[in-house]
């Protein structure tokens, strides 16, 4: 096997209280393919209130979106692809513990992955 070929592993450890310590120690490993596929329509919902960006994102593009106006996607070179209107409100984070999922259209040849990073303004969060 070519071990450099390999990009990345993820190694997922489920129900451990925040701030525990665990030794990982692994048997046979498996490789399973990764086929990076378009992400459908994705949207946020923070705190109950959601927001689309309807359309389709291919892998290594973003979306930027400031709170009103068009959103923006552009592709893994920064070049602008479209703009569309956002389905809903700009979410509003508030200060302390928010609820934040991220959702998109499921089903064959749709892609369910994407990093999210949320960029606030206005007035310090406290």
Not at 28 to 48: F, R, Y
Not at 66 to 90: I, L
């Amino acid at each position: 096997m070519a071990y450099d070929a390999i990009d990345r592993i993820y190694v997922f450890v489920t129900n451990m209280p925040a701030g525990a310590k665990t030794a990982v120690h692994f048997g046979q490993l498996e490789a399973l393919k990764e086929t990076p596929q378009g992400i459908h329509n994705p949207g946020l919902t923070v705190n109950g209130a959601a927001i689309t960006f309807p359309g389709v994102m291919q892998p290594g593009w973003y979306l930027e979106y400031n709170g009103t106006g068009p959103v923006r996607v552009f592709d893994e070179n920064g070049n602008k692809q479209v703009e569309v209107e956002p389905q809903g409100k700009a979410p509003i984070i508030r200060n302390g513990d928010n609820k934040l999922s991220f959702s998109c259209d499921t089903g064959a040849g749709k892609g369910q992955s994407a990093k999210v990073t949320l960029i606030t303004h206005g007035a310090a969060l406290k």
